[in-house]
């Protein structure tokens, strides 16, 4: 088997544990954590031999990321007025994810992956709120959320025979999302009476931190590489979620399409080692209109444009890596319902996270 200079199926691979979003990703834009379910991919050293995954070999792959989201948009303006008055909603979501990827063939692999989310939501207007006349204390109060989000399988081929793939290769992947996580969590609220005392009502928590969207949905996946000078390649990969149903039947929530992808540069700092950096830009997001199906019910749709510095380091059945986007350009677009007002006037605001923290590890069996 032909010697490549990076071995961007393994590299990549980890890398995109952390492509498809968390429950807030970029806080109250709600893109659903789904990690990277894409198997069928090569696992030695990186710049060394091309390893690729055989028949039958199985691949453990597992993360962690964090963010914090406390500024709010409206279009790509900064509303620096809801820190300045303290009124912002604050999010923090601990997410983790657990897959599997089983080689059928060099070429054909399946995947599972299934998230676990820990949220936190702190708000004013939620519970007493914003204005001084309701909230004199200006008190803020949490909500929170724990539990499984939406499990995926996903079937995945490579576009050239692999042991022959020396200078580039694509993956196509498609798959399916379940309604495993809870679309319904509720949680309590706080809110003054007549005589302004204070007591609880449960309800439905907001949809940033919801753990699932409580319908069924397919993706579209693909990722690949391309060798470009000694010790670097090019690397690109993404999803498209399309989700058929309008709305959740509990919530009434807006079931929202997802997307994201990455494009970027990795380069083998010292290949006999395993050791090797990356740095490129990633785009995830929510859109106002669905491909498929209706778009009504609530949502807050826009994206978010990031640089993404990487490291990765393989040793052995090993793989670690360590991300950390970091926004360059957020917008809250206008939703379905906004884009109904007829003066044109209507937009929403969301809040977003300057950066977030990712760290993935694989193990191939």
């Keep these: 088997m032909k010697k490549i200079v990076f071995n961007l199926l393994a590299y ?11 429950v807030q990703a970029q806080g109250c834009i709600a893109v659903r954590h789904m990690a990277c379910a894409t198997g069928g991919m090569s696992h030695g050293p990186i710049g060394t031999t091309n390893t690729a995954e055989q028949k039958g070999q199985v691949i453990f792959t597992t993360g962690y990321r964090f963010l914090h989201s406390y500024k709010h948009f409206v279009g790509t303006e900064e509303q620096p007025q809801r820190v300045a ?11 983790f994810d657990f897959g599997l990827s089983y080689a059928l063939t060099d070429r054909w692999s399946l995947a599972i992956n299934l998230p676990y989310n820990n949220n936190s939501r702190s708000s004013l207007y939620e519970h007493y709120g914003n204005s001084l006349e309701s909230n004199p204390n200006q008190l803020r109060f949490k909500t929170h959320s724990s539990g499984i989000g939406d499990l995926r399988l996903t079937a ?5 025979d692999p042991s022959k793939a020396v200078k580039g290769n694509l993956a196509i ?3 399916i999302k379940a309604p495993t996580g809870n679309g319904a ?5 706080h809110k ?11 309800k439905y928590v907001d949809q940033s931190i919801q753990l699932g ?7 579209v996946e693909l990722q690949g590489y391309q060798s470009i000078f000694k010790n670097a390649s090019l690397y690109y990969n993404g999803f498209y979620l399309f989700s058929p149903a309008n709305t959740n039947a509990k919530t009434t929530l807006s079931v929202s399409d997802q997307y994201a992808g990455r494009l970027g540069i990795n380069y083998s700092l010292i290949p006999h080692h395993g050791l090797a950096v990356s740095l490129g830009g990633r785009l995830e997001g929510l859109p106002a209109i669905d491909i498929i199906g209706k778009s009504e019910g ?7 444009l990031s640089i993404e510095p990487g490291i990765a380091w393989m040793t052995g059945h090993h793989t670690f890596a360590f991300n950390l986007p970091v926004a360059l350009v957020r917008n809250r677009t206008k939703s379905f319902t906004d884009r109904q007002d007829p003066l044109g006037l209507k937009h929403g605001d969301a809040a977003f996270a300057d950066y977030f923290l990712s760290v993935t590890y694989a193990y191939r069996f």
Excluded: A, C, Q
């Excluded at 969590?185 to 609220?189: A, C, N, P, W």
């Excluded at 003054?192 to 449960?202: A, I």
């Design 173 to 175: 992947g498609l798959g």
């Design 156 to 160: 995945t081929r490579w576009m050239i």
């Design 85 to 95: 008055l303290g009124t912002n909603v604050i999010n923090d979501s601990h997410s």
């Design 192 to 202: 003054l009476d007549k005589e302004k005392k204070d007591y609880l009502v449960n």
């Design 12 to 22: 990549s691979f980890l890398f995109n544990l952390g492509l498809f979003s968390s």
């Design 298 to 304: 609530f949502r807050r749709p826009g994206y978010i």
């Design 185 to 189: 969590t509720t949680d309590d609220f």
């Design 213 to 219: 969207d409580g319908s069924w949905g397919f993706n």
